[in-house]
């Protein structure tokens, strides 16, 4: 038997590159038979893509043209044209990838669907698998997935084909007489398993990227899934303490699978850049990485840009990243203050002595590097955010040619310590309806303005310093005299109250329990971990 399976991405800012996690649940319902239809929102949903323009104003990223790629059309066009697609299709099953972002919207679409014709709907994505109980209780959501998809979602169909029981459907949450279930997880995949990706679903545009000041035909491609770092802003310190049992959440693809996927598609689709998506690409044996560089150069030979952390970049791989054809290289910089990286946001032992040794091997091997930076932690002063932008100055001086910046304002995302920490200290206003409790209110951005109170620092001078960051870092504008000095005590600072509560974080988030969050002026409390 057959299904008819409908896929929603509901892209809210025009942001556009293939998110490989859903192409890859398409891929794998597709292969098992069942007809596979998506609905993608991203250029219908705005002028221009929000995330390259924003980033433009601020002088991060070099203007490219856009316009002719977006068909904007009002809320309620975009309605009635999914309206329609579903009557259309008439399909079995809804699904959709969530990022929390994009939630409300995908929350209005859904909703529109279940009016229309009733029809199951099940989400997945890296939402759904930190908050599975919040979102469960969404009158819009079935059935929701925790962590990896691609198993769970192919014996999902099968079960709605048979006899509609899903009790025995791995990593799988459903309600029944209004109480959650759920169905526990299975060990995470062997990365060589997964199916190379189907890109014919998609949009030929979303395959056309703003790169270096121009648009590239771009390739996405995963190499790693996970993380092992424990940062207190990431959704990957969740993975490894909610989804403990599914194995380590760091996992590699072999290099000649790597290699073998990235050939197979560019023979179809004749890329001119690669992008991989992995959090920490270099993450890995330092052999695999030399037998990638190797097959890279012989089989592929296009230029790739990774994502990955400063302390897998040395002197032996930095030759041959430049050498095999790697043009960009993006380090979570985050932040100037050795106190706040240490202390905040536990990222790890390294500081702005070994940052700056990094970058300027970088530099040194011509390659070009991007600092991205963080702005608005709860706990940070104006004072700590001056040393982030005297270590972005520093490392520009380097080479202004080979380097560049980005910065974007701390977001209190669900499943991160910081959001913990934010409704500890009702630094935000949460949510109190089913399937968003816990959750903020306010429309959760990392690039528009600061979307949760520091006691520490205004919105106003917030902002403020987002939008003279480039400026302080390319000397146009001179560091105030008084934050010239650095004072690596901080006398200035003086809130104990919120550095003893990362201190209670340390052993990663907390489950957000929807029954326990209520309505203010109550103060909220977190449930006590179990032993």
């Known amino acids: ?43 219908m949903n705005s002028d221009d893509n929000q995330d390259n323009s924003k980033r433009e104003e601020a002088g991060l990223v070099k203007p490219v043209t856009l316009d002719n790629y977006f068909n904007k059309k009002s809320t309620t066009e975009i309605e009635s ?35 229309t014709c009733d029809v199951p709907v099940v989400v997945g994505g890296s939402m759904p698998t930190v908050v599975p109980r919040v979102m469960i ?9 925790e962590g990896e ?11 709605l084909i048979k006899d509609g029981d899903v009790s025995k459907v791995p990593n799988l949450w459903y309600q029944e007489d209004g109480i959650t279930k759920n169905s526990g997880l299975v060990k995470y995949l062997d990365m060589d398993e997964i199916p190379f990706q189907k890109l014919d679903f998609w949009d030929d545009k979303h395959f056309t990227k703003p790169y270096d000041g121009e648009l590239r035909n771009t390739g996405f491609f995963e190499g790693s899934r996970g993380c092992m770092h424990k940062c207190h802003y990431c959704i990957n310190r969740a993975f490894q303490v909610f989804q403990e049992e599914a194995g380590k959440v760091r996992r590699n693809k072999s290099p000649r699978r790597i290699i073998d996927e990235v050939k197979a598609i560019h023979k179809e689709r004749n890329f001119n850049l690669i992008m991989f ?35 897998t970049v040395n002197d032996h791989n930095l030759p041959l990243l430049k050498a095999s054809g790697c043009v960009g290289i993006a380090i979570g910089l985050e932040t100037g203050s050795d106190w706040v990286r240490r202390n905040l946001l536990l990222k790890g032992k390294m500081d702005n ?35 982030t932008i005297k270590l972005n100055k520093k490392i520009r001086a380097l080479d202004p040619e080979l380097t560049s910046f980005d910065v974007s304002f701390m977001a209190p995302y669900m499943g991160t310590v910081i959001h913990n920490i934010s409704l500890d200290m009702n630094l935000i206003e949460p949510h109190t309806e089913l399937g968003f409790r816990g959750m903020s209110k306010a429309k959760i951005t990392m690039r528009h303005e600061p979307t949760m109170k520091n006691p520490c620092m205004s919105k106003e ?35 104990d109250d919120i550095y003893a509560l990362y201190e209670k974080y340390k052993s990663g988030p907390i489950p957000i329990d929807p029954v326990l969050v209520v309505p203010a002026p109550v103060v909220f409390h977190q449930p006590m971990k179990k032993k």
């Open 1 to 43: 038997a057959k299904m008819k399976v409908l896929f929603l991405y509901p892209n809210h800012e025009g942001y556009f590159r293939c998110p490989v996690g859903l192409t890859l649940i398409m891929t794998v319902v597709e292969n098992a038979g069942h007809e596979v239809k998506l609905f993608d929102t991203t250029f």
């Open 81 to 115: 044209d999914w309206i329609k697609f579903v009557e259309d299709f008439q399909p079995d099953l809804i699904a959709t990838t969530i990022v929390e972002d994009a939630y409300t919207y995908a929350h209005r679409l859904l909703g529109l669907a279940k009016s």
């Open 137 to 145: 209780e969404n009158p819009n959501i079935d059935y929701l997935v």
């Open 149 to 159: 998809g691609e198993v769970a979602f192919k014996e999902l169909i099968d079960a």
């Open 277 to 311: 998506t992995d959090d920490n690409f270099l993450g890995r044996q330092p052999r695999e990485l030399d037998e990638f560089f190797k097959l890279w150069k012989e089989e592929i030979d296009l230029p790739y840009w990774i994502n990955t952390c400063i302390e």
């Open 353 to 387: 002595k070994f940052y700056m040794e990094k970058f300027a091997l970088m530099a040194k091997y011509k390659i070009r590097s991007t600092a991205n930076n963080m702005l608005g932690i709860p706990g940070e002063y104006e004072e700590d955010f001056f040393e």
């Open 461 to 495: 001078k917030t902002m403020e310093l987002h939008d003279d960051f480039m400026k302080y870092v390319n000397g146009e504008k001179e560091i105030p005299e008084k934050f010239l000095a650095d004072d690596p005590e901080r006398r200035f600072a003086d809130s």
